[in-house]
């Protein structure tokens, strides 16, 4: 795994940003692997600042994102759907059309995993899937205890990770859902290139345990190691605790 650590949230950004920009030259119909959170933001930020000052055609590129919540309307502000859409499809000038985002609709969710990964295989396969990490090693929603070898699913959130998102729905944890549906991480080890972004101390245990730990379901973003082409770019604060 390499490892990268910047100045900034900024500049990691910019080093996201110039890859896919790349990417996007080379293959104006390449695969994007989307996530939603706070770490990509000023990566997507960069990215949409490269696409207009390098004047990209970004008319073909298509995208896939990680995660939905189970049973939350689409059109929520807070949903996935929602969230991908105001994020990258508008700042980039994505074609919509082309951006998907797990279907969380809880009359077809029990289908809708393998349906997506054979979206994703006929689209043939993710170029570069951008990752946060959560404080406890989750990548996606695969918190840990997550098989390695996972395809899309439905998953059960944690108590903490809704904690965690509460601050989304009014600071109120009864309103975040109870469920998702979520790439694997078999699904997220298929894409060409992965690149996680990570900043802050509350992510320096996480990181260690990533990059220099085992490799084992308790810590999903272990995986990482195995992968042949795998970056973190990460702060100060963030690498911290690697040795
Ligand atoms: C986002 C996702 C999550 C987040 C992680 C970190 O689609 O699947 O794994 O990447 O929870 O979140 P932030 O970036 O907000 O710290």
């Known amino acids: 795994t390499e490892v990268i650590i910047a100045e900034s949230e900024r500049e990691a950004g910019a080093i996201y940003a110039k890859c896919v920009a790349d990417l996007i030259e080379r293959k104006p119909d390449c695969v994007l692997g989307l996530a939603t959170g706070s770490s990509p933001l000023a990566a997507y930020q960069e990215l949409a600042r490269t696409i ?58 029990e289908h809708a995993g393998k349906a997506y990964d054979a979206a994703i295989e006929a689209a043939g396969g993710i170029d570069v ?79 260690a345990e990533t990059v220099e730990g085992g490799v084992s379901s308790f810590c999903p973003a272990s995986a990482l190691q195995l992968h042949p082409h795998a970056t973190v770019i990460v702060d100060e604060q963030a690498a911290a605790r690697l040795r």
């Open 52 to 109: 207009t000052e390098r004047g990209l055609d970004v008319s073909r590129v298509r995208g896939f994102s990680l995660d939905e919540y189970a049973g939350l309307d689409p059109k929520h502000p807070e949903s996935y759907h929602s969230v991908i859409e105001r994020t990258v499809i508008e700042p980039l000038g994505l074609d919509p059309e082309l951006v998907h985002v797990p279907n969380g609709d809880l009359a077809t969710i």
């Open 129 to 207: 899937q951008i990752l946060g990490i959560g404080t406890d090693g989750h990548i996606g929603f695969n918190e840990p205890g997550s098989s390695l070898a996972s395809g899309t699913r439905i998953k059960t959130l944690t108590e903490q990770t809704r904690i965690d998102n509460a601050r989304f729905f009014d600071g109120d944890v009864d309103q975040v859902p109870t469920h998702c549906i979520t790439q694997g991480i078999g699904t997220i080890m298929k894409a060409r290139h992965l690149v996680l972004l990570a900043f802050g101390d509350g992510k320096a245990e996480a990181i």
